[in-house]
């Protein structure tokens, strides 16, 4: 399966399994703008697969007010891009609601999904990774899959897990990343990244599409530099999985500063955005700095 | 007395044939104006609305024809310069073929009737704010097609520097071309407020479709305009469509032009330039008077899809497209107003379709030539910044600094 297939498998089995169930968001009846949700609304009815007007507060509002009723909601956002209108009902009310209660009430149940990150042309509406406003809210879980198998599984957690979640999916993915992937549930946990090649002498850390970048960073260090890496898929971004990425005393342990390569502090170019990306040798290049500290 | 009856009917029919020379000249010249009828808008807490009659002038008539035509031939261009993939990212058109494509370009074909009426009923002091189907008003607020290709095909000659693109264009008292739909309108009710305070009797024209018009901000806008007796025309083009959702789908009301409740509004045929002038006018007149905010919902269509990654055709039959392009094409609707009055000839307005089409031609050609900005403005504009300053990003491989 694809990515947006093996979205469209997981939510297919939550609505199989839970009755309450529903799926929302815009232009989500027909299959979504992305093919996330073809077929749904004929499985399973136009009661429980519905469009929504043009309004993302709106959406996530009435998303958390499903959840707190206990039934099962998963809205659409159709670009992470226009999730701003919500911030406000994401940060200040589900986040918050089961604290604020006492545990009285909660909004567990809701699961936000959203398509993420540059895509080629998507210039600065249709291209942003906002995961960094979301990672310093207290309550909710943001999530970020690198491939199929990996998205299914995540998908299905943040559904089940009694936490507001966020889950985005790497647009660029959608159609491009293919792997086996079974057709029955099965959950990957959240809050704990994977280390996808062992390595001994440098680590990386990414999330999503970069984690395919760094991957083969780590290659040509080897092949090149003779450089043994280390690579770790973060998957959960808040409550992020501090024990694997870091032990406690590793600070002291560093031979070389840690190094951040990212975009620029610049909203996503329109023309620019080859050389806005962190691309291989932008990662290659901080890779050989560090190794010559 | 016969002969002097015959010798003055003689005379008289002498003096009859002069005129009769000058009535088949002028023929062949064309009448100045012509009055036309227009349909009349439904109302909304308006007591009157626009007259139902309206004059066009021949020399208006020939510059609406030529403005309609030059953001027809733009969008039908860039439509073309997008499937080469000179044109890169979004692009929602304003026109209307079909086309099966891969990415977003925004179009308004045949919303031309819009921008051009638009701008007919106001003038270049007052002030425009749309969403991302912009070229036609980037073109109406002044201008050049090239300016408008170069950005869209993201060169340093577009009216963004090229860093805009599809919809985010600019001009002088145009404030764009913006992504976010909705987002746009409390900046409209804003840009009127800075009108009513400086005094010097502007207007601003706010503009929403009719997917954004579900958005919550609209009605803030809608609540700070009404309190304050801001001078904001809220317009929504309604072109039945938001995306692929139809608005029977998407809105608990569809009267658009009610929706503003306790702000009066207008609802006009938006195929129909000179009922889209007429009404602008009145809405103009209405908040320079300072009674407050409208209310105008203009009746459109779009013949594209949303954008050129949407063939238009999944959530609307061939047929409807078919029929609106034959009954109620605006540019078809003013031809055929002008031969039929006299204003133009047949030929006249073929000339000025050839001369558009060499103008949009030209204008591609510099927007395929002109070089794309220089890497190094990817960190220009993030603020206003004195002395520049360095752009933090990639880890130590290009340095960017951040100029204004």
């Known amino acids: ?47 429980r697969v519905f469009n929504t007007p043009l309004c993302e507060q709106g959406i996530v509002g009435f998303g958390i007010g499903i959840a707190v009723t206990g039934a099962t909601a998963i809205a659409e956002i159709q670009f992470a891009d226009y999730i701003f209108p919500a911030f406000d009902q994401i940060v200040n009310e589900a986040a918050k609601y089961r604290y604020r209660s006492g545990d009285l009430f909660n909004c567990g149940s809701l699961t936000i999904r959203a398509p993420w990150g540059c895509v080629g042309h998507g210039a600065l509406y249709h291209s942003q990774s906002p995961e960094a406003f979301f990672a310093h809210c207290p309550g909710i879980k943001v999530v970020v899959p690198r491939s199929p198998f990996q998205a299914k599984g995540l998908l299905l957690s943040c559904i089940e897990d009694k936490n507001p979640c966020i889950f985005f999916e790497p647009k660029i993915l959608y159609r491009a990343a293919v792997e086996q992937v079974p057709v029955e549930p099965y959950n990957i946990p959240l809050s704990q990244a994977e280390v996808i090649q062992e390595g001994s002498d440098i680590t990386l850390v990414a999330w999503g599409t970069q ?12 092949e090149k530099l003779g450089v043994s890496c280390e690579v770790i898929d973060l998957r959960t971004i808040l409550p992020w999985d501090v024990d694997t990425v870091c032990k406690e005393e590793c600070f002291l342990n560093l031979e070389a500063p840690i190094s951040r390569v990212c975009g620029y502090d610049t909203p996503f170019p329109h023309i620019f955005e080859p050389f806005y990306i962190p691309d291989k040798w932008k990662c290659y290049d901080a890779l050989r700095k560090m190794i010559n500290y | 007395m016969r002969k002097m009856l015959a010798a003055v009917s003689r005379v008289l029919s002498g003096a009859a044939q002069k005129p009769a020379n000058r009535v088949l000249v002028a023929s062949r010249n064309f009448a100045n104006d012509a009055t036309f009828e227009i349909k009349k808008c439904d109302l909304h807490r308006l007591e ?10 021949r020399e208006d008539g020939l510059k609406y024809y030529r403005m309609m035509q030059t953001v027809r031939r733009m969008e039908l261009k860039a439509d073309q310069l997008y499937k080469q993939k000179i044109i890169r990212g979004f692009c929602h058109l304003c026109d209307g073929q079909r086309c099966v494509l891969y990415c977003f370009m ?7 009737a819009c921008c051009v009426g638009l701008e007919a009923g106001i003038n270049p002091t007052d002030h425009l704010i749309t969403a991302y189907r912009a070229h036609g008003f980037t073109f109406t607020r002044g201008l050049s097609v090239r300016e408008i290709l170069a950005e869209l095909t993201g060169r340093k000659g577009g009216c963004a520097k090229g860093k805009g693109g599809s919809m985010h264009m600019y001009a002088k008292n145009f404030y764009g071309g913006n992504g976010i739909v909705g987002a746009q309108v409390p900046l409209g009710a804003g840009i009127a407020l800075a009108c009513k305070y400086n005094g010097k009797d502007e207007v601003c024209l706010t503009l929403y479709g009719d997917g954004a018009a579900n958005q919550g901000q609209i009605f803030e806008a809608y609540n700070m305009a009404a309190l304050w007796k801001l001078p904001c025309i809220f317009i929504c083009e309604n072109n039945r469509y938001g995306m692929g959702t139809s608005v029977e789908r998407a809105a608990a009301s569809t009267d658009y032009f009610k929706r503003g409740d306790f702000i009066p509004g207008l609802r006009v045929d938006g195929m129909d330039i000179l009922c889209v002038r007429e009404a602008t006018r009145f809405a103009a007149a209405y908040c320079r008077s300072g009674k407050g905010p409208i209310l105008m919902e203009l009746q459109t269509y779009r013949y594209h899809g949303h954008s050129m990654s949407d063939p238009g055709v999944s959530y609307r039959t061939r047929e409807e497209i078919q029929e609106v392009r034959s009954k109620s094409d605006p540019i078809m609707l003013l031809k055929d107003r002008m031969v039929n009055s006299n204003l133009a000839s047949v030929e006249e307005l073929k000339e000025i379709d050839v001369e558009v089409r060499k103008e949009i031609e030209d204008a591609a050609q510099f927007a395929t030539a002109d070089p794309e900005p220089p890497l190094e403005e990817l960190g220009y504009h993030i603020y206003s910044s004195d002395p520049p300053f360095e752009v933090r990003g990639a880890n130590q491989w290009i340095k960017f600094k951040s100029v204004s």
Do not use: W
């Not at chain 1, 990515?3 to 498998?9: A, M």
């Not at chain 1, 815009?26 to 949700?37: I, K, Q």
């Open chain 1, 211 to 222: 984690v395919h970048v760094v991957r083969e960073v780590a290659s040509m260090a080897k």
């Open chain 2, 48 to 57: 009157e609305g626009p007259p139902v009659t309206t004059v066009l002038t």
């Open chain 2, 106 to 112: 925004l179009s308004s074909l045949t919303q031309e």
């Open chain 1, 1 to 47: 399966m694809n990515l947006f297939q093996s979205i469209t498998s997981a939510l297919d089995n939550s609505l199989a399994k839970d009755p309450t169930a529903v799926i929302f968001g815009e232009d989500v009846a027909f299959g979504g703008v992305f093919r996330c949700t073809v077929g749904l609304r004929d499985k399973y009815g136009k009661d």
